[in-house]
Structure formats: C-alpha cells, structure tokens
C-alpha cells in the first residue's frame, strides 16, 4: 500500500460555501445511528507520562456517539491489536478512533486491524496526541491534555461522518524497464528477469557495463574489474527474458505504477543490429580513427567499433561525425550486409509495470580548478584516466607511462578530494576515490617496488567498510607515503623543462609539505550523471541539492522514490561503490518485484473525485497538480478533469484550487473537515 | 576528460594536433606553399576547411584566399594531404606520414606523371630549371665518377640529372613547354575548363593573375588589358576563382582527376564536390566498361586455355 502524505493540518476547506448556496448540502447520514470506539494509547510513557489518558478516555466517554472508549498500552502492538477486534465485535462499533501516535507511522497498521474487525478500514481515524500533545507540551500536562482532547473531538467530528470507501484496483503489466545498464542496472535486470519477468534495460551508450566496465582492478581483492563484470553482462545479453535497447533515451514517461507508457528514441547505429556478427572486419577495413572515450581519450577506436571488446551488445556502431563515408565497411561486410547508411532514429513505445532507474554518475572535469594545472601540465591525470593506464588492455598495455615524454615515471603523486568536498564546487564526499587511490598506490608499490615513489596527499583516509581498514594498512606496509594535508593551499607546479611537478600542500597545524614527483593523479570528484536532471523532469522525481535522486525515506526506503513503481539503485541514488551498488540494484529488483508480482496494484481510494456536472473544465486544477494527474479531457461534448488513480497521490491541491467546487477528496470532503473545525470551536465558544 | 587539442596559427603554418597518449595526429600547413586554391575546402569530407577571401588594398597586389580549418570537424583523415596539388598539407601520425586512407585504399593518390630524358639536354639545361614557377626542378652535373659540378661552364664529358620534388608539384607543364625540348615530359592530373569572359572582366583588374602560382596560365593581353587563361599551363585549382571580384567573369570547371585506382565512396563524393555529378558518373562509367573489358578477356584467355 502506497503511503500518502496527507496534510491533514494544512488543508483549508474551500471557502466557496457562501458563495454557491444552491449547492444542496447532504445531511449526514452517519450521524444518528453511528457507534464510535475511541482507544487511548498510552505509548508506554511516551503519551501517559505527560496527558493524563484516563480523563482523556473518560471525556470521549462522554461525546456523542463514542459507546466504548478504552486507554491501553500498546494498541500496535499484537495484544493490543486483539483487544481492539475483541472491543469492536463486542460492542457492535462501526467507527474507529485511535488517540496515539502519527498516521504516518501506524495507519495502515490500524486500517489492517479494523478490517480483521470486519469493518470497512476506512471507518477509521487517528487522532495524533503524541506529536500534537504529549511531545511539544511535556512542561504543561494539564493542557496537554486540554489540546489532546480537542485532538480527540475533532477525530470523533470526523469519524461521525465517515464513508466506507472500497479500493481501486489497477492492472499491472508484467514488464519493467531498467534504465542505465551499469553494474547495479544489471544486477537489477538480471535479477528480475530470472523471477521471470520481462526486462528492457535502456542504456544511452553502445554498450552496457557502466564505468565497471572501464576499470581495471577492483579493491580490496584486487580481482580483474571486467573479469568479474563481463561475464553478468553476458549475461544480461543472453537472458531470454532481458531485451537491451542500448544507444538509446528514454524521451518520455507516460502513465503511472503498474501501466507506464515509455517513449524510447533509438539512435542509429548505421549498422543493422540483427546482421551484425561482431566480427570486427568492418573495423580492419576502416581507415579512420578517432579518440575513444571509454580510453578517456588517451587512445583511440575506429570509426566503425566497439567501444572495448567485451561491450554486449557486441553491436558495431559508425560514428558520423568522423566516418569519411569511404564504404570499405561496406565492402568488408560483404554478405552479411549489416551496414545501413540511411539509418535514422527510431523512436519505439513499451509498456511496463515498474522502472528501475540506475543511471549512475559521470566524472568532474577538474580543468576549471586552477591549483590542479589539469589540461594545462602534460602529467597530470585523472584517475580514470590513470586507471585506462594501468590496465592491460588500455590504450598502453598497462604501461603507466608519462604523457610528455613516454617515459615510466619514478615517482608519483596522489591528490585527494579535488572538487569533492569542496564548498565552492561539490560539497558532498564522492565516496569511493580513498579506496581506488590506495588501490592505484598499492598496485604501483607491489609491481615496481623501490623504483617508485608514492605519494598520498590526502585529508581524511575513509576506509570504512568490510576489508577496507585492512587494505589501507597494506597500503601503507608496501611504503606508500601518506601525507595529510589541508584541503585548502593544495597547489602542483610543472617545472617546464622537464615537465616534473612538484605538489604543495600544507599540514594541519600549518606547516608546508611539498614532493617533487614525474606524475600526478588527481581523484576527482564523482558528480551526478549529465542525464539526471531530464530524467528527473521526466518521471517527475526530484534531485536533491547535489543533483542526486531523492529516495522516498533515506534510511528505511532507500530504494524507493516517491513516485510508486519507480526505483532507485546505485549512483544515482548516491555515491557508492560497487558491492553497494550491486545489492542496490538487487534491492530495487525486489522492490519493483513486489509490484509486478502482484495481481492488480491496490490504490488507496483517498483519490481526488471531479463532479462531472458542475466540472467546467477550466484546467485549474490541471495546472495545480504537482503528479500530472488530473487532466482536462474532452468527453463528448465537454471539457471535463479526469483523474488518473494511479497517480494520485490524494494531497488535496487540485479540490482546494478548483474554482467551480467540482473535486471532493474522500473522507477529507468539506462537510468532514468543516466538522471538525466546529469541534474546535465548539470548545472555544465554552470557555 | 577532455581530449587535448592543439590548433596554433602562425605566419608559416598552420598547425592542428590532437595530443592522445599513445598517438598524435598532427596536420600541418605550409602557407608558403599554399596557393590558396579551392581544393581542399572542397574535398574535405567533414567541411572543416573553409578558404577566405582576403581584404584588398587600394593599389596593392590581391592576395591569396586564406585557408582555415576547423578543429572541431578534422578528424585528420588525410584527404586534404592527399589532394593538395601543392603538396602543402601534411597530415602525419605520430611524426611519420602515413595516411590510413591511401594505405587501407578508401582514397586513391594523385597520379603526377612526370617523365625526366635527361638525354636531351643541352647547354646548361638551366631553361627546364628556370621554367618550372614552383622552383621544383633541380638540374646538376656530374662527372663520370660521381661527383657534383658546380659553375656548369662546359658540358662536355658530364652527365646531367634533374630532380623534381614530385610531391609539391601540381603538373602544369611549363616545364615540357618552356625549358629545353623534350627533357621533360608532364602529363596533367586535374583537367577542365577556364574561361575569363572579357565583357564582364574588369579593366585593369588583375587579382586572378596576382594569385595564379602558375606563371603563364593567365596573361594580360596588349591589347584589352584584360586577364585571358592559356589552357595548357592552368591546373585549374581555382586559386584565381576565388578572388575574382565580378561574378560569372572567370568560369572554371574541373572535369577530370587523374588517380591511382580505388573503389571508394569517399572518393566519388570528394571527386563529385571537386569536378561535377557528371565528372562521377563519367568515371564510374569508365569503371564499369574497364571491368567489363576485364572480365570479358578473363573469359576469351579462359577459353583460349581451353581450346589449346
């Protein structure tokens, strides 16, 4: 059940009364023969030690209609919750009222037990006396009490008129997309689709494997990255139940949890996915080459390729911009005839049940940060570019070797947090660059020994996770030099000569360090992915102040947005590192299970409701939603508001703005909240 | 991370660089060398290079159309290099030049058929020297055992050689025509047409044949005043087309490329922008009835083999 956020406090009835006297005014119904139950909870001391619950449950004794009222402790608790059926079959209650704790936290707890009642769940009302009462006033108990009581009267106002409502059932289509094919889309789709469901992975590059896929070792174990990676992406290629739409957007998302309409642009490879064999003869006949970016442009790819070799979809892919249109790829292919020049994008539409959204995170240029000399010093890299290096298969063979003059260096510099955790550009920790440095710093000690110097420049070393600690003393046994400095007057200078640098930094308590080194590595900062902010425009889910993907609760529901049906998982959600970005996508997998697994999604039935006959369709309310889930649809003859269920989330803006009164939200309609508002002043006018 | 790029312009050259790890592509023009002439900025299959035309002073000479090029769009293939007919571009991979599009045949190389009888020689030889415009040919003499005469006073009992730097030539053929009779033997490799129609060809302009490298392909008549071409020196580059400030007075078309055989798309679109669709399609042609021709004496010598 999807939680809603209801601004029970905040929402103002419409004013419109006065105004439209013709309005016949239902009377309420409930009133006369209605039996109302209100339990006090006492919540351990939380509420008891501040309001005094028996007078609390002697006065709703004393309201019209409460037959039965009761204080206990505990009423989420089992026991609690059978005396409750116990009270309500016993004497015949058919409204429920719960004094306790927020609606947020134990409605459906208590929408469950009232059902086990045999009573409509929605008979049923909280009235919030811990946060409202027992937690802001714990100095003045007697008007604790006072405010929990008109708390109470305002529930049992509103429970007097409480309309049985019936749940709205959606179908589910069974499919789910996955967007961005990195290593926690992967597991995310591979896991999915062995529960046997049907899963498009989306990916915007040729190839799936994320930045995984460009790293050579991964830390602590130091196994081969593509190693590992490449045989799930295999996989993921040849899943009967997994089709990727990779070199593809995603252009819009229509529709809600359990049916999203998706628009996907395929951009054209000029090569004809189904006849192209992977066979790499078109790339030994093409004469051009250009930079590649999965070598962060130290090296190079053809103008037909694949960005690395194990890139699945093992799908070739021209690339116009440097392609001279020579046709030696036509040639080559011969037969196969897989080459199409006039390819142009395709735009397809799929239905799915749920989204995973795995987008992950893009890389900080560090060129605009002066102290670095990045792009203007020939031997200052980043760290994914040291890591394109070092790896075998990389555009050197593994060779770290100097960009001025080709030659291995005999010593060399790490700087730490260059653009993270820094105010003026990203002010979060990037997570992972500690761990990859002592990794690059360990890798470089145990393979050239006493013929290399390394240097950490670093300000906090975070190795806080499994194996981690233990990496770190390794770095530091294999002679690694940690030097602490602060992130402020970190400076690097080039001697124009010979191209060596020298790196400047200053301790904690102020004194300068220097170290002449051949080579610098910059870790920079890990920065939200340059897709983020369309994708969050598109599924409507926010990015937090960093440009990060906002979870629904950061700690309990860290998978899930506040979209139903949208997932997060990996770095889109946050910075992180492998093996949590692995057991997120696992997580997202389960959660977006748990809707398609489902025969028809249950929403809430706290939907707006439009009166067709008073509805002039003005768009109003079209403009107020901040779900797009109210639209203006001719109908007929007439323009009319339509509400979409599945994603209406019930706040109540659309009924509040309409200036014609034709939304009513169920039980939140006007004759319930004007009810309780005379509740309130009823009080008032006695005292 | 960002790919380093290089573009420097100076009075000499102008120098493009793409500065990767493990590669460096480097394009190079030599403006002293350049013509300013059409050549390039059409063959170029990514429309980097653009010619402009140059501001002229009241009572100075026109100057040559300046050629720039995009960092952006080069991505080094090599067609300009290769289609230079002043050899003034160089594009090498790291420092040697080697051009992937002639090595793997997705472009085809000028063929510059110059023929040197050094037999015929007499005198000095120094009229061949003297005649080529470009300062391409070189006329020495040695003695029988090898050595190099300097001061040629008397020819008598030593040899002559003539080098030519075949790579900047643009085969125009003053040489054959102007220096001494039957040393040298130039056939052209860009053909077409040029034509200055004198009704619309301003008095007492002269920008065409300020800017023509080729000595005697434009001249200036006595008579009129007016610029006219002489077809058999003109390689029809359009150096002077591009400065010619009355539209429609000086008509070229190339019609013709003289190459070393390919099969390649880029080169029909390079020789479709350079001459015209019917330049294309004349080749093409040529193509086709070649390999007819081909295959039909496949046949008969198949047949021949048979019958013998």
């Known amino acids: 059940m999807p939680k809603r956020v209801v601004q029970k406090t905040f929402r103002a009835p419409s004013k419109k009364k006065e105004t439209r006297p013709k309005k016949v005014e239902v009377k309420p119904k409930a009133i006369e023969g209605s039996r109302i139950g209100v339990f006090v909870c006492q919540c351990g001391s939380n509420i008891a030690s501040v309001v005094d619950v028996e007078d609390l449950t002697g006065y709703a004794k004393t309201l019209p209609n409460v037959v039965y009222a009761e204080n206990m402790n505990y009423p989420c608790s089992r026991q609690g919750q059978d005396n409750m059926i116990a009270a309500i079959k016993k004497n015949k209650l058919d409204r429920v009222v719960v004094a306790g704790c927020s609606p947020r936290l134990y409605e459906p707890t208590f929408q469950r037990c009232v059902s086990q009642a045999d009573l409509n769940p929605w008979l049923f009302e909280m009235a919030n006396i811990r946060e409202f009462a027992s937690y802001p006033h714990q100095n003045a108990p007697k008007k604790a009490t006072e405010k929990a009581k008109d708390t109470v009267r305002m529930a049992v106002a509103k429970a007097r008129l409480l309309e049985p409502l019936k749940p709205i059932e959606l179908p589910i289509t069974k499919k789910v997309m996955v967007i961005g094919g990195g290593i926690s889309g992967i597991n995310a789709a591979l896991d999915l689709a062995d529960m046997g469901f049907r899963v498009y992975v989306v990916e915007k590059t040729e190839t799936i494997g994320g930045y995984m896929a460009l790293l050579d070792k991964t830390f602590p174990t130091l196994d081969c990255s593509i190693c590992i990676e490449g045989p799930k992406m295999v996989d993921v290629g040849r899943h009967p139940n997994i089709e990727i739409i990779s070199f593809a957007d995603v252009l819009k998302v229509d529709g809600h949890v359990g049916n999203f309409k998706v628009k996907i642009r395929k951009n054209p490879r000029y090569v004809i996915a189904k006849n192209c064999t992977g066979c790499g003869e078109c790339k030994d006949a093409c004469p051009i080459e250009y930079p590649n970016y999965a070598d962060m442009y130290l090296g190079v790819r053809k103008a037909i390729s694949v960005p690395y070799d194990q890139a699945v979809p093992l799908i070739y892919t021209i690339n116009r911009d440097y392609c001279i249109e020579c046709f030696k790829c036509v040639d080559a292919c011969g037969a196969r005839e897989a080459i199409n020049f006039d390819q142009k994008p395709e735009e397809i539409e799929i239905n799915v049940g749920a989204i995973i959204l795995s987008i992950g995170y893009d890389m900080y240029n560090p060129a605009d940060l002066e102290w670095t000399g990045y792009t203007k010093f020939d031997n200052v890299f980043t760290a994914l570019e040291f890591e394109r290096l070092i790896l075998a298969a990389g555009p050197t063979n593994g060779k770290v070797v100097r960009a001025s003059d080709g030659q291995k260096p005999h010593s060399i510099a790490f700087i730490q947090c260059v653009g993270s955790r820094d105010i003026n550009r990203y002010e979060y920790c990037s997570s992972f660059c500690c761990m990859y440095t002592l990794k690059h710093a360990v890798m470089l000690k145990e393979k050239y020994k006493d013929a290399i110097e390394v240097y950490v420049f670093y300000n906090d070393m975070r190795s806080n996770f499994k194996g981690y600690e233990e990496f770190y003393n390794r770095a530091q046994k294999s002679g690694v030099k940690f030097i602490r400095v602060k992130l402020e007057n970190r400076r690097i200078a080039q001697d124009d000569q010979t191209k060596n640098l020298t790196v400047y930094g200053e301790t904690e308590d102020g004194k300068p360090v220097s170290a002449n080194v051949e080579m610098v590595v910059l870790a920079n900062a890990a920065i939200p992915a340059n897709t983020a902010p369309e994708l969050a425009k598109i599924l409507n889910i926010p990015l937090n102040k960093d440009g990060f993907f906002v979870e629904c609760q950061p700690k309990i529901r860290p998978t899930d947005t506040d979209m139903p049906g949208i997932f997060l998982a990996g770095a889109c959600q946050g910075l992180k590192d492998i093996p949590y970005s692995v057991a997120q996508g696992s997580a997202a997998a389960a959660q977006a299970a748990t809707v398609l697994g489902k025969p028809n999604w249950i929403v809430e039935p706290l939907v707006a409701k439009v009166d067709e006959d008073t509805c002039s369709g003005c768009r109003v309310c079209e403009s107020a939603c901040a779900y797009h889930a109210i639209n203006v649809e001719k109908v007929g003859d007439k323009q009319l508001a339509k509400v979409t269920e599945g994603l209406c989330r019930g706040c109540g803006i659309c009924s509040s703005a309409c200036p014609m009164d034709a939304i009513t939200m169920p039980n939140y309609s006007d004759r319930q909240i004007v009810a309780q508002i005379g509740a309130v002043l009823q009080k008032e006018e006695k005292a | ?308």
């Not at chain 2, 050595?147 to 006073?153: A, Q």
């Not at chain 2, 679109?269 to 399609?281: C, D, H, I, Q, W």
Request: with cysteine; net charge positive; proline share 5%.
């Open chain 2, 1 to 308: 991370m960002p790919l380093k790029t290089i573009k420097k312009d100076t009075a000499e050259a102008l120098t493009l660089e793409w500065v990767l790890h493990v590669k460096d592509y480097k394009l190079t023009l030599d403006k002293n060398r350049c013509v300013g002439c059409q050549i390039c900025a059409l063959a170029c299959p990514k429309e980097a290079i653009r010619t402009e035309e140059q501001l002229k002073f009241s009572g100075e000479k026109a100057r040559k159309a300046r050629v720039d090029i995009d960092l952006a769009k080069c991505n080094f293939c090599g067609i300009c290099d290769v289609l230079c007919p002043y050899g003034a571009i160089n594009v090498a991979l790291d420092g040697k030049h080697i051009l992937s599009v002639v090595e793997k045949e997705s472009f085809p190389q000028l063929v510059r058929d110059i023929q040197v009888d050094t037999s015929k020689c007499s005198g000095s030889c120094m009229e061949t020297e003297e005649a080529c415009p470009l300062d391409l040919i070189k006329v020495s003499w040695f003695t029988p055992d090898g050595k190099t005469v300097e001061n040629v006073s008397s020819t008598e009992g030593l040899k002559p050689k003539i080098e030519v730097q075949k790579e900047y030539c643009p085969c125009c053929r003053v040489c054959e025509i102007k220096g001494l009779e039957g040393v040298m033997r130039v056939r052209k490799f860009l053909y077409g047409k040029i034509g200055i129609h004198p009704e619309k060809c301003p008095e007492g302009c002269r920008d065409c044949l300020d800017v023509c490298p080729i000595t005697g392909a434009l001249y200036l008549s006595d008579e009129d005043k007016k610029v006219y071409p002489d077809e058999r020196f003109c390689v029809y580059c359009g150096a002077c087309k591009l400065v010619c400030p009355v539209d429609e007075a000086l008509e070229l078309k190339r019609t013709k490329i003289v190459h070393t055989p390919v099969r390649s798309g880029a080169w029909n679109k390079a020789l479709e922008r350079l001459t015209s669709p019917v330049g294309v399609s004349k080749e093409l042609k040529t193509k086709g009835s070649l390999r007819a021709r081909e295959s039909v004496k496949k046949r008969l010598d198949l047949k021949g083999e048979q019958y013998a």
